[in-house]
């Protein structure tokens, strides 16, 4: 039998792959994997322009006289609309007269009916006259049936002349395989217009570029995970109520390849690219586009794009419309969205509302929501039920179940029990779990294993951790790596390391010289910097400090404002200074209120100041009582002089 090479047969790759493969063949190899994306239906080549109806009838007059290209059309009309019985015919007709777009159809048709050989047989005619789409049919056949090699040929000659579906089936089988040369393919049917072989080829290069940046460990697109910090002992607690994870590149970056692809996916209506592109938007800061394509894939029935325009919501300030999406989300199963929906309901204080969408991510298989329902027993003080659930967690892996775990049993006195549970949390990668197994190690005066801990959890960040590490190597002298530490803690915000961080720039700091008249203020050194951020973060040592370093440059008012604030929050110091001011100033009275506090909270200067003010007013008893208290409380040099004055004043009132 000669094949002619007629008028359908030459377009047969061309206006089908461009009219289906967005829709038909997607949808199909994705939903089903049926071999009716076989279908070869390019003989019709004015089925653009005209009306179908018009178009079957016009194909039925030409089929009647015998027309070749008129038998083969109206056969594949009447197989894409589920007529088998009137399709046959015009498909047989045709293939005897030796169209190889109607033998391919032919093997489509037989194989609906469940004669899988007898297709494979007119797919492998079809195939061998040059018919991609049959060398595609018959590949799948082969695969399906375990001949991995007759596949790959015919998939490969499928692939080679261009046939969209038969590159995506090539490159599926060599990526089964751990073949490299799947990503040619994947290429290949992406440029093509295979949305899912543009989302497979995104996938890959983006994996590709996470293990090359991360290790090989760590891949693929992370989307957010609602959670809690966890509980550290000493009051200290973890991250916040919504963690994001992002997606893998830098903020403002240019666009990746596998961006380019990811959107090229989701431009043809694919969901999921339309998910990983919101993500990689997201992480990028445009967020108004990102919030785009997750409508787009939300829509389409993905419940993480879904939760995810839940998040941008509720970033947004729109709880409201965040909780429908999440609602949308939770109902089809995402485990994530049911976590949210809980913290939300928490967090207004709907706490069995909260306790039930814990359940349902329970139940939907996410490991957070046994943590988040221990968090929410923990919080009503309801702490065996606490326990179960953060026990449950924890023997699911979750790290910071494991951490919470440990602290409720550390908390009970069971430090034995608690220090098995912390090193797992801790092993798994827990920041808070090896701080806290720091402070276990501290309270056993084990401060070497201590400290390997506290290094542990401050070389990933952990800001008391950094602390500790810095006032260890502060205590072994070691001030390069005490500074390099309390830097880090300073700059996470701990108040006593940006103090401590001062205190150590502040003892290198040449002695100053005499004031000279008329000379220009000096400017703000780092360590006063440093002092005025611990101090607006209400460290009252620091307080005291940036007023001494006020007074001495004579900005006495900011002097003033300092030492008050520290007095006023309990500051024996500052309310010692505050008094020195006030009586430069000639508010003796006033200063003798703040002495008085500082005296009473066992500063003993003040307790002299207060002597000599009440010795100078005549009140001797007055005086030997503020004596007696400064010679209780020093230091030695103060306590000598007060025993001088009460003897002089003793001496006075017995002359």
């Not at 949308?328 to 199963?333: F, L, S, T, W």
Request: net charge negative; hydrophobic share 45%; glycine share 10%.
């Amino acid at each position: 039998m000669v094949f002619m090479g007629d008028r359908a047969t030459l377009l047969e790759t061309g206006r089908f792959v461009q009219r289906h493969a967005r829709k038909a063949a997607d949808e199909i190899i994705e939903a089903v994997g049926a071999v009716d994306a076989a279908v070869d239906t390019t003989a019709e080549t004015d089925a653009d322009t005209e009306n179908e109806t018009e178009t079957e009838a016009r194909h039925r007059r030409a089929a009647e006289r015998g027309d070749l290209a008129s038998m083969s059309a109206l056969g594949a009309l009447l197989l894409r609309r589920g007529d088998l019985d009137g399709a046959e015919p015009y498909l047989r007709g045709a293939t005897a007269e030796g169209d190889r777009a109607a033998a391919n159809n032919l093997g489509v048709l037989l194989h609906q009916r469940g004669y899988a050989e007898e297709a494979a047989g007119w797919w492998r005619v079809a195939a061998v006259a040059g018919s991609a789409p049959a060398a595609h049919a018959l590949g799948r056949h082969h695969r399906e049936r375990g001949d991995e090699p007759a596949a790959e040929y015919w998939l490969r000659q499928a692939a080679e002349q261009g046939h969209a579906l038969g590159a995506y089936a090539l490159a599926e089988l060599l990526e089964h395989r751990s073949d490299v040369g799947a990503e040619r393919w994947l290429r290949a049917a992406a440029e093509q217009g295979h949305r899912e072989a543009a989302f497979r080829l995104a996938l890959a290069l983006e994996r590709r570029a996470t293990e090359s940046t991360r290790g090989p460990h760590e891949t693929g697109t992370r989307l957010r995970t609602p959670g809690t910090g966890a509980i550290v002992p000493g009051g200290a607690t973890g991250t916040g109520t919504a963690a994001a994870g992002r997606a893998p590149g830098e903020p403002g970056g240019a666009p990746t390849e596998a961006e380019q692809w990811f959107r090229q996916a989701a431009a043809r209506g694919h969901r999921r690219a339309a998910l990983h592109l919101g993500a990689i938007l997201e992480h990028r800061g445009e967020l108004k586009e990102a919030g785009r394509w997750y409508l787009s894939s939300a829509k389409e029935g993905e419940a993480k794009a879904a939760c995810a325009l839940g998040f941008l919501l509720r970033d947004a300030g729109d709880e409201e419309s965040a909780a429908v999406w999440w609602l949308r989300a939770a109902q089809d199963g995402d485990g994530n969205a049911a976590n949210a929906l809980g913290a939300l309901h928490a967090a207004r204080g709907e706490q069995q509302t909260a306790e039930r969408w814990y359940r349902a991510a329970m139940d939907a298989g996410d490991v957070n929501g046994a943590y988040n329902l221990g968090l929410l027993c923990a919080a009503q003080d309801r702490i065996p039920q606490a326990e179960q659930w953060y026990r449950r967690a924890a023997y699911a892996g979750h790290r910071e179940a494991a951490n919470a775990l440990a602290v409720l049993l550390l908390q009970a006195g069971d430090a034995n029990g608690a220090e098995p549970w912390f090193s797992k949390a801790a092993e798994a990668g827990s920041v808070d779990a090896a701080f806290n197994l720091g402070i276990l190690h501290a309270g056993r005066d084990d401060d070497r294993t201590a400290l390997v801990w506290y290094e542990r959890a401050a070389a990933a960040g952990h800001t008391e951790a950094a602390l500790q590490v810095g006032i260890a190597a502060l205590r072994d002298g070691d001030e390069r790596t005490a500074e390099r530490h309390l830097r880090c803690a300073a700059g996470g915000g701990s108040a006593e390391a940006a103090f401590r961080l001062a205190s150590v720039l502040d003892a290198r700091r040449p002695e100053p010289g005499p004031a000279v008249l008329g000379a220009p203020r000096e400017e703000k050194s780092e360590c006063e910097e440093w002092y005025e951020r611990a101090a607006q973060q209400g460290h009252r040592r620091a307080q005291v400090r940036v007023g001494m370093l006020a007074a001495g440059r004579g900005d006495l008012a900011e002097a003033d404002r300092w030492y008050r604030e520290a007095a006023e929050a309990g500051s024996r110091n500052g309310a010692f200074n505050l008094g020195l001011l006030l009586a430069r100033e000639g508010s003796e009275r006033e200063a003798a209120l703040w002495w008085t506090r500082a005296a009473r909270a066992g500063h003993g200067r003040a307790a002299l100041r207060l002597a000599l003010l009440a010795a100078r007013r005549g009140e001797l008893t007055e005086g030997r009582h503020w004596c007696a208290r400064a010679v209780e409380l020093g230091p030695a040099e103060v306590a000598e002089r007060a025993a001088r004055l009460s003897e002089a004043l003793h001496q006075e009132l017995t002359a």
